[in-house]
């Protein structure tokens, strides 16, 4: 069994968010949370049960993940910055964690995850 099994979602985009949960499932993990803006995703975090989070940076309405990465941070619970773009589209505190580069494929979510619990471990 993984050992970063519960995975936190933020996605906007409903169709990318359910591809996720899909792989997750594949990959024997458990979808602990979706959500598509910061509020959201900051209020699935109030409670436990969230191992590890993979991060949209770009959000809707302009929105991006810096908050939810910084609480991340404060809980010690690691994640992933899913992205389109660019590395410089990464805010300097963040710029040393772990990438996920859309478009997503099955296998570059499952070495995203096991190299995220490597480097938790």
Do not use: C, H
């Not at 409903?14 to 792989?23: A, G, H, Q």
């Amino acid at each position: 069994m993984p050992a970063l099994r519960r995975i936190l979602i933020v996605e906007d985009e409903p169709l990318i968010s359910m591809m996720l949960e899909d792989f997750l499932d594949a990959l024997d993990r458990e979808v602990a949370g979706t959500a598509d803006n910061v509020a959201a995703a900051l209020a699935q975090l109030e409670g436990d049960g969230v191992d590890a989070a993979i991060l949209d940076v770009n959000l809707r309405a302009g929105e991006q993940s810096w908050p939810i990465a910084a609480r991340l941070r404060e809980k010690g619970i690691p994640f992933i910055l899913a992205t389109g773009g660019a590395g410089d589209m990464i805010a300097e505190p963040y710029r040393d964690s772990p990438i996920l580069s859309k478009p997503f494929t099955m296998d570059g979510v499952e070495k995203a995850l096991d190299g995220l619990a490597q480097r938790a471990g």
